[in-house]
Structure formats: C-alpha cells, structure tokens
C-alpha cells in the first residue's frame, strides 16, 4: 500500500508540478509572451480565461501534461521505464483534434493542419523503428552513425511542422477574433511539450543536475526561437506561400523521411 501511495504522489508531482502543468504554463507562457512582442511589437501577457475552462481546454491541459511527464527532462520522478514515446504523441495529437473539436471552420485550411500533423507523426515514430524502441531518453542517446541521417532528417521535419502545429503560420482564419481569443491558451499549452520532445528525441539525455537542467531548458528556448523565427519569416511572406510550402513540400519531405527509414531498416539487417 505505501508503495502504491509513493508512486502516485510521485506521479501527482510530474503532472502537476515538474515537468508537467506548472512548468508548462510558466515555459508556454513566456514563449507565448515573446511570440505576441515580435508579432504585435508590443508585450502583451497571455489572455487566460477566469471562468470555469471549457471541456477542450481542459482536454489539452490534461493531454499535455500527459505528453510532458513523458520528456526526458532531468529529475522527472516518473522513471525512465514507464515513459513511452506513444503517449506523448498520441497525447500531443489529442491538442490538435480538441482544438478542430471547437470547429474546423474556425481554422484556416483544417484539411492540410491534419496532413501536417500525420507529417509530424512520421518525424517523431520514425526514428524508433530501428532502434526498436518507444522509450524517448533511448532515441535521445541514439548516436549510431548509420542512424544520424535519418535522425537529422526527422528532426528538419519536425521543426517544419510546429508552425503550423503551433499555429504561428500566417493562413487567415474565418472569425479570427473569437479563435485567436481561444487558440492563446491552447499555444500556451504546447510550447513545452513540443520543444521539450525536440530536445528529448534529437539530443543525448541530460543528466540530472543543475547543469542538466538548464542544458535541456535551454535546447528547448532554442527550439521555441526557431518556432518564432520560421513563424515571422511565414508572415512575412504571405499566406499563400506558406500554403505553398505545406502543400507542396511538406509530404514529400515526410515520404523522403519514410524511405530513409525503410531504406536504414534494410542496411541494419
């Protein structure tokens, strides 16, 4: 019984504390900050409803706390053996499908959003089917040469596909008012778990120290710089060519990434 009471409390402070809601609002909530000072040139805090959350809001902050507790983040207290590569997908997916839930016609192009997100599903699954898998800290430490193209291609792919994930791409949205009111607090949700997965996939695990910490946070602030930059660039040009990109590189790109895992799989036999 003292066990089952330690191993809950200790999974009560992942989700709650570290490195799950508390750490996502204060991470999403400063990213979200910077984002709304480069767009608006002006520092305007996040709008966070005061009254009771709605059913989809709630969805994506339990789907993200989910996801988080999953990172390979210095001193998470879930062990490493319990998290899985799955649930964090899965969990960063459910945010997408609450937010179309809202309404698909409140997003621009909800049709190419879910292509993008099948696009993100390839670079974050991808990598793990040689090394055979599910557990993020061991893709992480993958450092076999015969595996870094792949790896390399898969993280290209992923940072291509958080803009629009994020929201941050410039394709104009029927009411943008009310959805702009609504998609503030559901980005606040996902910054740290999509650039917490990033730095979990894609770079060797942090030990757990002061300077591991601060060496995963601050992969993570680089990707969400990355995010910001690749979103003003976006804006910048235009809607129309941001379409262009999604539509006309982004599955190409991900097929690319299929046959550098079909063709890795084959030379690893």
Not at 87 to 113: H, M, N
Not at 216 to 242: D, N, Q, T
Request: proline letters at 9%.
């Amino acid at each position: 019984m003292s066990r089952i009471l330690i191993q809950l409390a200790t999974h009560s402070v992942a989700l709650l504390l570290y490195p799950g809601l508390v750490t996502i609002a204060l991470f999403g909530s400063a990213a979200e900050s910077v984002w709304v000072r480069v767009t608006e040139r002006r520092w305007v805090l996040p709008e966070f409803p005061w009254h009771r959350p709605s059913a989809v809001l709630t969805t994506a902050a339990i789907a993200s706390m989910l996801a988080c507790v999953q990172l390979a983040a210095p001193f998470n207290p879930v062990p490493s053996e319990e998290r899985n590569l799955i649930v964090a997908a899965i969990s960063l997916g459910i945010i997408v499908w609450a937010e179309l839930a809202i309404g698909a016609e409140l997003f621009g192009e909800p049709g190419l959003l879910l292509l993008i997100q099948c696009c993100w599903f390839v670079a974050v699954l991808g990598p793990a089917v040689e090394p055979q898998s599910l557990r993020p800290q061991v893709l992480g430490g993958v450092l076999v040469p015969s595996l870094l193209p792949l790896k390399v291609a898969s993280g290209i792919l992923y940072l291509l596909c958080l803009p629009a994930l994020l929201k941050l791409w410039p394709v104009p949205v029927p009411g943008e008012r009310r959805a702009t009111r609504r998609l503030d607090a559901l980005r606040v949700l996902s910054w740290w778990p999509y650039c917490g997965l990033f730095a979990t996939l894609y770079f060797p695990p942090s030990p757990d120290e002061l300077l591991g910490i601060a060496r995963f946070i601050g992969l993570s602030v680089l990707v969400a710089a990355i995010c910001v930059v690749l979103g003003v660039l976006m804006r910048r040009r235009g809607a129309e060519p941001a379409r262009g990109i999604y539509r006309k590189g982004i599955a190409p790109f991900a097929g690319l990434v299929l046959v550098l895992v079909v063709g890795t799989s084959l030379l690893l036999r």
